[in-house]
């Protein structure tokens, strides 16, 4: 590990995966930590639109277009599992799991790498991350 | 993983989730964050926002000067239409905040505590988050108004907010800046309302809202243009949508009505404006277009100028081509399309941005830009990116350029964005 970044103990994994998603700044940097389908994401809270707070937006199931026979259109509905991550400056929803855009797969969040040691949910950070608020 | 230092422990601070009571400078920090980083000395106006006026509709109608549209509006204030009294939206319509995921559009954020009126608060902790020095303020809950059947409404409702606009809020605070609503389907209406306001400081323009099917080549409105070109200040016509509209009707998502209607209205008005050669008789009346993005623009200008070079007898008033006449006129940036540089930049060129384009948020609607939309083109100089952001609306509306705005380092020390 190089000298400029850390690893830091952001949450406890029970208490996240009952909020399923935690937002924290750590010494500058903004993240959002989410629990969801059995694996732990961190994405900095910075959306590549215009540099929103992404993480602090609503998590909203994924809306899907549903077929019905002879391809008829069965109308919107909410995927069973698959969540987004809203950004409240525009709505761009990004998947939780991939941080990917469900229209644009090109555009998507910066992970954070995160791992889990017995109830401790530890992130790296690095000090020239460009994590900072708006970049 | 080895025990921390106690002393290195790193600072941990949790952030809430952004919602429609969330406080402005919670929602905008990041735009403060990019002020400080990016802007922070570069003069910026904003020539659309809207407050949204909606939760202050009872003081708007209670300054209707007819005592029956007065009281049908307090009436209906009371009971089924609610901050709708006497308006044409229809709120089952309306779904710009894609089912509650954009908090800020539609927003009620507690203002207690703010200095003044609570209208003049919200605005200036939008206006300071962003770091703009002056915000032009824009009725939302009208915009429909040149769609309403009743012309009297949209002439009693106009007059009413005009009141409300220069008697109320802009004497609160001279960072605010108002363009006056010319209720379009009513010349005279509008002529008297041009003269009684010509001399108002805080009014710096004249707005129609676009979305009305009224031809602006009209000699109805001959003499209300020669108000306002001897007045100096600029008409703006302001672009909105319509689901009502049979085009639109067709349309089964908000997404494609908004995308088409927005731009749809302002071409038909440039249209007429330049087939008629509006330029050409009231030369000095300084035109601005607001709120239909810029890819129209481009698009506007050959298709004319195609069209003309071939019928130019049906033109004849034309001694240019449209696409110089639509050089000399002002269009605001937002919503700035801009998922193609190339198209962007090219569009900014065929319509001279560095002179011709006026910065404008739309705050707090939902697709909204911030200042850094524009410090964040690779392709502009230095210079074109603050006379975007504000010396050219200095120019255009006669504002002073000296700094308004508090420095961002320090509105973030006062509110770092904890939510
Ligand atoms: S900044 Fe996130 S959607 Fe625009």
Redesign the interface.
Known sequence: MSAAQ?????AGLADLEERER??????GV?LGIYFHAGEVRAWH??CPH????V????I?PRTVQTVREDRKNGGPAFHPSDRTI?C????F?FDIGTGRHPSAPGIGLRPIPVRV?GD?V?VT?RGDQPG???? | ?PE?DPSAR??????????GRTDTRD?L??????AH?EYDDYFIVDIDAHVSEDHFWAEVLELIDNDVWRHIGMDQLGKFAGNNALLNIQPGMSQQS?G?????QGRKEPLDGVTGHPFVGAARRGMDAMGLDYQVVFPSAMLLLGMHPQDEIEVVLGRAFNRWLTEVVLPQDDRLKGMLYLPYNTPEACEELVERYAGDDGIIGYTVCSTRNNPVHSDVYTRLYKLIEDSGKPLAFHSGYHWGDPSFAQLNRFLSMHALSFTHYNQIHVTNWIINAMPERFPKLRMVWVESGLAWIPFLMQRLDHEVLMRPSEAPGLTRLPSEYMRDMWYTSQPMERTSMELLEAGMKAFGAETQLLYSSDWPH?????P??ITRLPFLSEQAKRNILGLNAARVFNLPTDRRKPAAQRVLQDRP?I?
């Open positions: 850390h690893e830091i103990v952001v935690l937002v924290v700044e750590v010494d903004e809270n910075v215009q540099g929103g707070p993480c602090q937006g609503k909203m809203v409240p400056w525009h709505g929803e040691q401790d530890i950070i900072f608020p708006g970049r | 993983m921390q790193p600072r941990i601070r949790e952030l809430a989730e952004i919602g929602v920090a990041h735009a403060t964050a990019q980083r894609v509650g995921r954009i908090g800020h939902w697709d909204w830009d911030a850094s939309t964005g939510s």
